[in-house]
């Protein structure tokens, strides 16, 4: 650095500031301070500095939509981690002389085929979905952000290769593919369904992060990192990545609650997870065949998953809503 | 003259156009630059003016090396730099540095002015130890006029052209020798272009760089370089000092593209000849043959399209002590009178007035 | 607020305005709040008369146009105050039938970038024709050779075979020629130029401003030119508005005005712009930002700004003083500025 006195002379001087800029500066200064709240240049120095991250913070804090449906997951995950917190009884210790019954005191849901409680079985089963789903989202997340941002950034052979591999995923009918590949399976775990859905949901996140991080590549700070002798890796993980995930994140919420909803899919085909799992796609499976008789053995667990695809989605939106910058 | 620390010689970029998906197979080059030569000395501001598609943006990348030139040397202190790559071309790096067009691309927006400014720091690490770089970066925002206490703000709680100042900090972090900047005032307002281009200049004394200034804007191109360089279609036309382009031109694209401004005197509209190109720029992919500007060009002759005019100093006025004797790629090279009319005289700027004159 | 005529119905202009903008007054509702884009603007374009409205980006300038056009967006913009005449006739107590009758066919728009105001999907030929069979019923054999001789008219070369061909397979200035036919269709009274060369190298900007300036002759058309240029506008205007935060500044002939400014913006502008006769010394540079419109500062907009302020500069809002019969400024000081 030079002396930062040699241009000082032509400093009028700031009142009552620090006596460090040029009289530009300090105009611009002044017209920055003038300016509370708003606009390109919001509060005085003093002012906590607001990234896009805490701006969209912001925005989504005021959005009841992102607040209803957080409140829904939030609720969601804790009973998922501890059901017996609001469910007493255990999901597996049924009495057949109760099936099909409906609400009594103490079993307000009433009672399904093998006479279990209704009530337990539907608290129970959201272990089950929102592990899939949030396993699920991030193997498929991380697989096809890492996948698709290496062959969005290299570009070349790798990512014509990677690209036609993908559509071949594309290609596979979800559904069909999970008969195929599940049926031979017989852990009763949930990874093999979770393994499934990541094996064929990266290509779509994949194709997100490939596409935003060319997007992100073409700006001119990244130029500006390379012709200051930035390396790839820097590149990649302090200019690119922070500018290229947000599409990455939107999606991959809204995944999720499609996810869940595969799960109930492929459980109530009776290739997904199997008893004595318990799962809201089996309990479904289960009660379609009775919908006449007892149909509360069906309306429970099919309202519970479609309240919680339905709030993954909303806060995928609500999210995507504030991290777009063009509604800034 | 000063002494020449850049050489450009023969430098060309073709970009190839391709067909297919898995295997591409070449089917045609985009001539982006094709054989230009230059130097820069210490110390100057080198103008290059051209139209859009002339491959002036093109000559910037090839020499802050982010893109490789299909052939051609850009020789730095005896290095040819389009040869070096490791640490060899990151310790160039440190020596040429560019200021962007859109100040709104290029600065990362998830990063704070002070991380922007200290990443080269970072990069550099021998450069600035970590504990001084605070410091450092505050007394860069101090330098271009921007409030050191804004250390922690994104770019986008500034203005066009407080962001220009802010990338301009970036390009000066390192204290490289030479500085590239592409359109560095033509995304900004015109009240602030003036204080961007007095910065500028203020700093190339401060710091005794040598600039490379790109610019589609004639005048102030000649307001702020030294000697200009008039590129068309990936060649230069006609390179000289500010009066030997601006009041002696000799190619027919200089003198067109001179009498093609729009001068801020309406008086000036009516004693002046516009000389009006018909036609489009050809597609830089598919170059006239011969002389580039041929197609477009009053004084076409048969032998504009076989026959390369080559940048020199024309044959008429090969030898003579005049301001038309410089380089120009121009077979029928001649002066034209008054391509640039006289203006108004200045407009005083506004000043405070007398303190007797107040009502 | 004061505002008053800004072109004095001087002996300088005569005829009755075919345009006659009064105290317009346009507020944009954000998030953050009232952003005044437009406060109190009044100008007057005859037939066959080139009004060139100068400014910054944010000065109005477009917003103005946009509201004359109407084709503002409303939500969040809003027209607050003001008439918007049209020859004779209000454009803002128009029911929304009369206005789109009037918009095209009496006044029309061309923009600043022409690839996105064109439609990609449909011939340059057809969008021309389109005009014709909307707004005046001809047949499509009667339209597309309408828009053949349209396309001529604006000098495209070979429109006969080039009339099938999408606006992406044109150049930037050829595009802008396509705009300029699509607002000459119906013959309009009224042509609003925003920006119409920003975006074209020098010498097609120069083939397309002549053409614009050829075209206006021959049709006596009036043209609102908004530009941030101030080489174009003295090129081709008649008179000049200059606008500073939403507010007409200074107007004058433009001969007046280049010599002489009456206001320190203006003054302040033609001080700062580099010459290409001569290489010039230290530019002046206007100090500081054009100001945030959610908080346009009390008293003069351009008083932060401006080396010649006073105390009644922050305080008075100046109205707009006639400097002469045909020229006006909203300085305090216009008399000092005139003669510094």
Known sequence: MPEPDNHRDEAIEPAGGTGASINLAQDEARSLERRPGGGQAPGGPAEKPRSLWSDAWRDLR???????????????????????????????????????????????????????????????????????????????AILGSVLGGLAGFFGGWGDAILSRV????????IVLGGLVFLSVITNTTVWPVVGFIVLLGWPQIGRIARGSVITARQNDYVQAARALGAGNSRLLLRHIAPNAVAPVIVVATIALGTYISLEATLSYLGVGLKPPTVSWGIDISQASSQIRNAPHMLLWPAGALSVTVLAFIMLGDAVRDALDPKLH | MAES??????????????????????????????????????????????ESGCGKSTVAKLLMNLERPTAGEIIFKGDDITKLSGRALKAVRRNIQMVFQDPYTSLNPRMTVGDIIGEPYEIHPEVAPKGERRKKVQDLLDVVGLNPEYINRYPHQFSGGQRQRIGIARGLALRPEIIVADEPVSALDVSVQAQVINLMERLQDEFSLSYMFIAHDLSIVRHISDRVGVMYLGKIVEIGDDAQIYEHPTHPYTQALLSAVPVPDPDAREHRERIVLSGDVPSPANPPSGCRFRTRCWKAQERCAFEIPLLAVPAVFRGLDSPAAHDSACHFAEEKPTVVPPEAPPVEPPHEPPPDKQP | MTTTEVSAEGTARPSAPLLDVRDLHVEFRTRDGVARAVNGVSYTVKAAETLAVLGESGSGKSVTAQAIMGILDSPPGFVTKGEILFQG????????????????????????????????VM???????????????????????????????????????????????????????????????????????????TALDVTVQAQVMELLAE?????????????????????????????????????????????????????????????????????????GLPPNLLHIPPGCAFNPRCPMAQAVCRTDEPPLYDVSPTRASACHFWKECLDG
């Open chain 1, 62 to 140: 005021r959005n009841s939509i992102f607040v209803i449906s957080a409140l829904v997951i939030i609720f969601l995950v804790v009973i998922s981690l501890w059901p017996s917190l609001i469910a007493s009884g255990n999901p597996l210790s049924c009495n057949l002389g109760n099936s099909q019954k409906g609400s009594t005191p103490g079993h307000p849901f009433g009672f399904d085929n093998q006479g279990c409680d209704v009530y337990t079985r539907v608290v129970y089963g959201a272990r089950a979905s929102v592990t899939v789903g949030v396993c699920a989202t991030l193997g498929a």
């Open chain 2, 5 to 50: 620390i850049l050489q450009v010689r023969g430098l060309v970029k073709h970009f190839p156009l391709t067909q297919g998906i898995l295997f591409k197979k070449q089917v045609g080059a985009v001539q982006a630059v094709d054989g230009v030569d230059f130097d820069l000395y210490a110390g100057e501001t080198l103008g290059i003016v051209g």
């Open chain 1, 166 to 173: 993908s559509d071949i995923f594309f290609g596979i009918p």
């Open chain 3, 123 to 197: 011939s340059v030929g057809d969008q021309l024709a389109e005009m014709f069979i909307v707004h005046e019923g001809l047949s499509r054999k009667d339209s597309k050779a309408k828009a053949i001789e349209l396309m001529d008219r604006v000098r495209i070369p070979a429109a006969r075979e080039r009339v099938g061909q999408y606006p992406h397979q044109f150049s930037g200035g050829m595009r802008q020629r396509i705009m300029i036919a699509m607002a000459l269709a119906l013959e309009p009274e009224l042509i609003i130029a925003d920006e119409p060369t």
């Open chain 3, 89 to 120: 006739r209000d454009l803002l107590t128009m029911n929304a039938e009369e206005r789109r009758k009037v918009r095209g066919a009496k006044m029309a728009m061309i923009f600043q970038d022409a690839l996105s105001a064109l439609n990609p």
């Open chain 3, 215 to 287: 075209l206006q002759r021959e049709y006596s058309m009036g043209l609102i030119l908004i530009t941030h240029d101030l080489g174009v506008v003295a090129d081709v205007a008649d008179y000049i508005a200059v606008m500073y935060a939403g507010r007409i500044v200074e107007t004058s002939p433009v001969h007046d005005i280049y010599r002489r400014p009456a206001h320190p913006y203006t003054k302040g502008l033609l001080a700062s712009i580099p010459r290409l006769d001569q290489k010039g010394q230290e530019l002046y540079a206007i100090k």
